[in-house]
């Protein structure tokens, strides 16, 4: 490229809004290099879902920088910090296969250390996108669980000084199959966690009655979910977090299920899944998070939210394909229960670091 200009994208205030061009622009490039890394449609997001997080700053501010040819946006940057959590910074570098080459990327990626030095942080994060069958050759991760393919945004985040730090597995479960062995599944989870342990579900916003206690579990994620060797900030969450989060996704036309163990003894949650849906409810489901609080592990409530949920779900989203999920790869608790269900690999993606000096 002649000149090579990177400017930061004014956020239109709706998606059909007249300055909206650019916008939507992006949201078209981040779809198709999700599609082309990943080799699925399932990681796509709609013009409204995206806007409703960038505009949204009270918890992670998010810029988002462009660089267009012939007045047409060909490579992005999305930056974004969280308010409270001082650490790192995330990004999301955007440029298809036949714009790579020209320097897009390189001018982007340091577009995003820039960002990350003037906000005084130290640490940069990104995640890469891969396919089901990784092609010769690979990269294995520094937590030894997994391997994804040496693709060219890997191989300039690794001559940028990034490391590999650990590999997620996408996985996808089929809504409109046989739930027999859910249901299964389910009544022997039921059993196990036995009197102690009670379910309770809801479609958000979250009742009031346990908005502070899903806060508290929503900030385990942080703390409880293996993370190889990131540097993760213990996040504080309580209720107006909590409602801050729900009115995005709402905003976006989102509709999220929850599905939590309540430990009776205490009445705390001990365990939680979500399962979120866009506003077109014949698309892909996407879950969200999973957890089981440390100290309530061993009593098959990982099992007994995921199954409860997928049950409610037919519910609230019939018509649904099937639900899209991320776990780490050394996180066998987890996966093994994914598999005794039905979830099969479909991507992969890699957990990248830079630590500035």
């Not at 897009?104 to 003037?118: D, K, M, P, Q, S």
């Not at 489901?285 to 061993?298: A, I, N, Y």
């Given at each position: ?44 997001q709609t013009p409204a879902e995206l806007l409703a997080g960038l505009r949204d700053t009270a ?45 897009l990327e390189n001018a982007l990626l340091a577009r995003a250390e820039e960002e990350t030095r ?164 014949g698309e892909v489901t996407h879950q969200f998070c999973t957890l089981v609080l440390r100290e ?62």
């Amino acid at each position: 490229m002649n000149t090579l200009l990177i400017e930061e994208l004014a956020l239109p205030a709706t998606p059909d809004a007249d300055d909206a061009a650019d916008f939507l622009a992006v949201v078209e490039l981040n779809n198709a290099v999700c599609r082309s890394d990943a080799g699925t449609d399932d990681l796509s997001q709609t013009p409204a879902e995206l806007l409703a997080g960038l505009r949204d700053t009270a918890d992670e501010i998010q810029r988002v920088f462009v660089v267009r040819e012939s007045g047409v946006v060909v490579g992005c940057v999305i930056v974004g910090h969280a308010t409270a959590e001082p650490t790192s910074t995330q990004f999301d570098l955007m440029v298809l296969p036949e714009n790579w080459g020209r320097g897009l990327e390189n001018a982007l990626l340091a577009r995003a250390e820039e960002e990350t030095r003037t906000l005084g942080r130290r640490v940069m994060q990104t995640w890469t996108l891969h396919p089901g069958q990784a092609p010769s050759p690979t990269i294995a991760p520094a937590t030894g669980w997994g391997a994804v393919a040496d693709t060219a945004l890997s191989g300039l985040l690794a001559r940028a000084g990034f490391t590999l730090e650990q590999v997620e597995r996408n996985s996808a479960f089929d809504l409109q199959g046989p739930m027999d062995g859910v249901h299964a599944a389910l009544e022997a989870s039921l059993s196990a966690a036995g009197s102690d342990y009670r379910l309770v579900e809801w479609t958000i916003p979250t009742p009031a009655e346990l908005k502070d206690d899903y806060a508290w579990a929503l900030s385990r994620m942080s703390t409880d979910v293996p993370a190889g060797a990131l540097e993760i900030d213990e996040e504080i969450w309580d209720a107006a977090r909590v409602e801050r989060r729900e009115a995005r996704l709402i905003e976006g036309g989102q509709t999220m299920s929850v599905a939590a163990a309540q430990h009776v003894p205490t009445g705390r949650l001990a365990a939680f899944n979500e399962l979120v849906i866009g506003a077109d409810r014949g698309e892909v489901t996407h879950q969200f998070c999973t957890l089981v609080l440390r100290e309530h592990r061993g009593h098959r409530l990982g099992m007994l939210v995921k199954c409860a949920n997928l049950l409610r779900w037919r519910d609230v989203a019939p018509r649904s394909p099937r639900v899209s999920t991320f776990n780490a790869e050394e996180n066998r608790p987890m996966l093994d229960i994914n598999e005794q269900i039905g979830f099969v690999p479909v991507s992969y993606a890699g957990a990248w670091q830079k630590k500035l000096a």
